[in-house]
Nanobody, 126 residues
Framework: QVQLVESGGGSVQAGGSLRLSCAAFGYIENMYWGWFRQAPGKEREGVAV????????NYADSVKGRFTVSRDNTKNTLFLQMNSLKPEDTAMYYC????????????????????WGQGTQVTVSS
């Protein structure tokens, strides 16, 4: 089982930027690896997901063009660069991973992931 540790959250004004990091400890090949967020009173939603055996990156419609997911292979770290932040981006952000390649629940479904980081808070003020 891979272990995930996030960092990089914080508070920023609307229009600002933040970069989140997720360090993975363990076997990370052939793994779906991504970012989710959960705002108070809302369900956890997928933001950006990669498959470590592919160059394909998947983004939720709400963040396309503003967020970029990337990976540092030498450090086993996943990043989420968040630009043009909006108040509605305020949430706890989680790094998640799974070896389940079937993805029957969908790549943006939290139910499909069985490894989670502790979360890092992102707050965007207007």
């Amino acid at each position: 089982q891979v272990q995930l540790v996030e960092s990089g959250g914080g508070s920023v004004q609307a229009g600002g930027s933040l970069r989140l990091s997720c360090a993975a400890f363990g076997y990370i090949e052939n793994m779906y690896w991504g970012w989710f967020r959960q705002a108070p009173g809302k369900e956890r939603e997928g933001v950006a997901v990669i498959y470590t055996g592919s160059i394909v990156k998947n983004y939720a419609d709400s963040v396309k063009g503003r967020f970029t997911v990337s990976r540092d292979n030498t450090k086993n770290t996943l990043f989420l660069q968040m630009n043009s932040l909006k108040p509605e981006d305020t949430a706890m952000y989680y790094c998640a991973a799974t070896y389940d390649s079937t993805m029957s629940a969908g790549i943006f479904s939290a139910l499909a992931y069985n490894a989670w980081g502790q979360g890092t808070q992102v707050t965007v003020s207007s």
